[in-house]
């Protein structure tokens, strides 16, 4: 590396043999025990506990956290042995938690705004190497899986991911295990293979800048081109064998959050594939039924020998600024009408509207779950839980459990709720200029509409936490709050057409 590299990225090297390292630290003032607990020293097994440098031999990569200080190190062996581990890293502490955080990020968050794509590699050398190439758009998941948390971290900053792995076996299954995580966020996928043999780290240093570029750019490819390019590959003529990867290939589609993409690409893998769309359709309508399912399995309510005893706790009023009024409203129609049976609109096969008949109680598990939701009410929400675990195992929930209930917080809830089952909140219509069908003659687009305020009232919430965030935002870290704030933005106006509201401002 060159030595504006070195500087840049604050690389070191701990020598070999001895304890020069922790003389020198404990020389300059810094704590022993506190050196210990960070892993820059050990200590040995005899009578005067001398200390010895855990990261001996190794070049060291000073591991930053957003603000540019350094949160942890990695540590990379100069000899070939293959018994000596390749790398060493500082343990988890406070500040550093490895699956939450990306290597060279403070380096690259600039740039990846600017060009609303990050790539991200394996490991260390690859950010360094291509920065030295001049791609400075690049963070590392540091030689460990990626994780769901660094794929939020990187969605703070950039709409797409490109995926740099090895050229090899290895890193290609890698750059499948990635994918689905970095869809399931909501991102856009492309991945970027390397000649066999080859990794982002040795590719970037044997060309030149140019090259490099021109490669990133020529070679990207989506997601979905890429997976069944692979997959395919590997199956031959045995339809088992490809039956088995387009499975494979729609569960990834499945996880796309946006409708109109997925149905692109559900178009796309038609083509590709050389499959009846329809059949696409029918196999990923299955993905995403176990998806909700999955979902709805999600939170269930500990038993009641692991619960605490109960102690009611100050609980926030109907006038309460949040979202306890929409919460009320839908908890009150779960005691009142969940076991009522109503017919939703259901897209079939073909892309036909047809009624499919459900309870309302099925039909709000399933609107929640889809964007995550669950009560921030205490008592709503736990009542709410309780409700759809009894459903979900097959039996049939009676309100009358809760309105005897030996828990007071609940029983009381529960009668409150009840004694208003044919009324809207108090002064909902006035205060809110909102209209609700009258829910016993149209229970689906009461539900419908009383889960689309619902996400409206939590799209507004976001908005002022984000509005928050910029005024101790720095100008990089604004760009990117701003960018929510205008996501969210559009999301509530959506919402506000839907349930027939008018946004001011």
């Not at 591991?63 to 350094?70: A, D, F, T, V, W």
């Not at 939170?299 to 600024?321: F, K, R, S, Y």
């Not at 005897?404 to 709720?417: C, F, P, S, V």
């Not at 687009?445 to 908005?463: F, G, Q, S």
């Amino acid at each position: 590396f060159s030595d504006t590299t070195i500087r840049t990225f604050q690389l070191g090297y701990v020598p070999e043999f001895g304890n020069a390292f922790a003389q020198a630290a404990i020389a300059n003032g810094f704590n022993p025990e506190l050196l210990e607990k960070a892993g820059w020293i050990k200590r040995r097994e005899d009578e005067a506990r001398t200390p010895w440098d855990f990261f001996a031999g190794r070049v060291t990569f000073p591991i930053l956290g957003l603000s540019g200080q350094p949160i942890a190190f990695g540590a990379r062996t100069l000899k070939s042995d293959k018994k000596l581990p390749k790398y060493f890293n500082s343990p988890e502490s406070v500040l550093y938690n490895k699956s939450r955080s990306l290597y060279g990020v403070f380096h690259a968050k600039k740039a990846i705004v600017e060009q609303n794509l990050c790539y991200l590699v394996e490991g260390y050398t690859d950010v360094i190497s291509l920065h030295q190439a001049g791609i400075t758009n690049v963070v590392a998941s540091s030689g460990t899986s990626l994780t769901e948390e660094q794929v939020r971290l990187i969605k703070r900053y950039a709409p797409t991911v490109a995926i740099l792995y090895d050229g090899d076996a290895a890193g290609m299954k890698a750059s499948l295990r990635g994918i689905d995580l970095v869809l399931k966020e909501g991102l856009n996928v492309k991945v970027v293979t390397f000649p066999e043999g080859e990794d982002p780290d040795s590719f970037a240093k044997s060309r030149s800048s140019s090259e490099v570029a021109a490669h990133l750019t020529g070679k990207a490819q989506d997601f979905l081109v890429f997976k069944a390019t692979l997959l395919m590959q590997e199956v031959g003529d045995d339809p088992v064998k490809k039956a088995a990867a387009i499975h494979e290939i729609v569960e990834s589609v499945a996880l796309v959050p946006d409708l109109v993409l997925r149905s692109l690409y559900i178009q796309q893998c038609s083509r590709l594939l050389q499959i009846n769309e329809q059949a696409l359709i029918s196999e990923m309508n299955k993905v995403l039924r176990r998806q909700y399912r999955r979902k709805l399995g999600d939170d269930q309510p500990p038993p009641e020998e692991h619960l605490a005893p109960d102690i009611a706790a100050p609980q926030p009023t109907l006038e309460d600024v949040g979202t306890t009024p929409q919460e009320r409203d839908l908890l009150r129609m779960l005691l009142s009408y969940g076991h009522e049976r109503i017919t939703v609109p259901m897209l079939d096969n073909d892309g036909n509207t047809v009624d499919e008949e459900t309870s309302v109680a099925e039909s709000m598990f399933v609107m929640l779950a889809t964007d995550d939701i669950l009560f921030d009410h205490d008592i709503f929400r736990e009542i709410y839980l309780d409700y759809r675990h009894i459903s979900n195992l097959g039996t049939a929930v009676d309100a009358q459990r809760y309105v005897g209930h030996e828990q007071e917080n609940w029983r009381t809830t529960a009668i409150d709720l009840l004694t208003e089952r044919h009324v809207l909140s108090p002064n909902w219509k006035d205060k809110h200029k909102i209209h609700v069908k009258r829910e016993s003659e149209a229970l689906y687009d009461a539900l419908e509409e009383a889960v689309d305020i619902l996400k409206e009232r939590r799209v507004d919430r976001m908005i002022r936490e984000r509005q928050e965030e910029l005024r101790t935002a720095d100008e990089l870290n604004m760009i990117a709050v701003l960018q929510d704030i205008m996501h969210l933005s559009e999301a509530k106006k959506r919402l506000a057409k839907k349930t027939g509201r008018v946004i001011v401002g």
